[in-house]
C-alpha cells in the first residue's frame, strides 16, 4: 500500500525568506504522480505544483519548486520569498497511474505553516 | 471557467438521519472524486466516478453512497449518520480518467448531532 509521511506538523517562516517542507512516501510502483496542494482557512484546496515521477527534472510554479529524489522517495516543497498568504496547511499528495487506485490522491497528514511579518 | 461548485456549504443532522452533498465538477471534466477530512484521520478518499461509473472506492461503510449523472454532477449520500461521520467533505473534479491534477470543491462542512 502507498503511504505519504510529512514529519513536521508545523513550521514557521518569516516573510520574504526561504521555507522547506518535507514529504516522503513509499509506494511499489515506478510511474506515479506527486502534488502539493495549500488548504488556507478558508478550506479550499488549491493545487500548488505537480511533479510526473518519470519526469528526471524538479517542477517549478514561480516562487514555488520541488526537489524530487526518486530512489530516496522524498519530494520536498520549497517556497521563496514567503508571503503572508501563503500561510496554509500544505498537503503532500500521491497518485499512482495505473490500476484501481486511478484517482486516488493519497494525503500526507500535512505541514501548518505560519508565515510571520 | 467556473470551478468546482459543492451544496450545501454547511449541514446540521441528527444521528440516524440520512444525507445528501452535491458537487458539479468543472465544465468539461468528467472524472469526480469524493474525500473526507476529519482532524483525527486526515483526508481520506471516498469514491471516484467517471461517466457515471464507480471506478474506485475507499474503505468507507456501505452507508456511504454515490453516484453521477450524465452532466458529470456527482451527489454523495450518507445513510444512519453516526457523530464519527461529522467532517469536511471535499468534491474534486479533473479532464480524463488519466492521472493528473484534481481541482477541488469549497467543500461540505456535515455536523452531526
Known amino acids: 500500500a502507498q503511504t505519504v509521511t510529512q514529519s513536521q506538523p508545523e513550521m514557521s517562516v518569516q516573510e520574504a525568506e526561504t521555507v522547506t517542507l518535507s514529504c516522503t512516501y513509499d509506494?511499489?510502483?515506478?510511474?506515479?504522480?506527486l502534488f502539493w496542494y495549500k488548504q488556507p482557512p478558508s478550506r479550499q484546496m488549491i493545487l500548488v505544483i505537480r511533479?510526473?515521477?518519470?519526469?528526471?527534472q524538479n517542477a517549478t510554479e514561480n516562487r514555488f519548486s520541488v526537489n524530487f529524489q526518486k530512489a530516496a522517495k522524498s519530494f520536498s516543497l520549497k517556497i521563496s520569498d514567503s508571503q503572508l498568504g501563503d500561510t496554509a496547511m500544505y498537503f503532500c499528495?500521491?497518485?499512482?497511474?495505473?490500476?484501481?487506485?486511478?484517482?486516488?490522491?493519497?494525503f500526507g497528514k500535512g505541514t501548518k505553516l505560519s508565515v510571520k511579518p | 471557467k467556473a470551478g468546482v461548485t459543492q451544496t450545501p456549504r454547511y449541514l446540521i443532522k441528527t444521528r440516524g438521519q440520512q444525507v445528501t452533498l452535491s458537487c458539479s465538477p468543472i465544465?468539461?471534466?468528467?472524472?469526480v472524486s469524493w474525500y473526507q477530512q476529519t482532524p483525527g484521520q486526515g483526508l481520506q478518499f471516498l469514491f471516484e466516478?467517471?461517466?457515471?461509473?464507480?471506478?474506485n472506492k475507499g474503505n468507507f461503510p456501505g452507508r456511504f453512497s454515490g453516484r453521477q449523472f450524465s452532466n458529470s454532477r456527482s451527489e454523495m449520500n450518507v445513510s444512519t449518520l453516526e457523530l464519527g461521520d461529522s467532517a469536511l467533505y471535499l468534491c474534486?473534479?479533473?479532464?480524463?480518467?488519466?492521472?493528473?491534477?484534481?481541482?477541488f470543491g469549497p467543500g461540505t462542512r456535515l455536523t452531526v448531532t
Open positions: 474534486a473534479s479533473r479532464f480524463s480518467d488519466r492521472p493528473g491534477e484534481q481541482y
Open positions: 509506494t511499489s510502483e515506478s510511474n506515479y504522480y
Open positions: 511533479q510526473e515521477a518519470y519526469k528526471q
Open positions: 499528495a500521491f497518485m499512482t497511474e495505473y490500476g484501481g487506485s486511478q484517482g486516488n490522491l493519497i
Open positions: 465544465s468539461g471534466h468528467r472524472s
Open positions: 466516478y467517471f461517466s457515471e461509473t464507480q471506478r
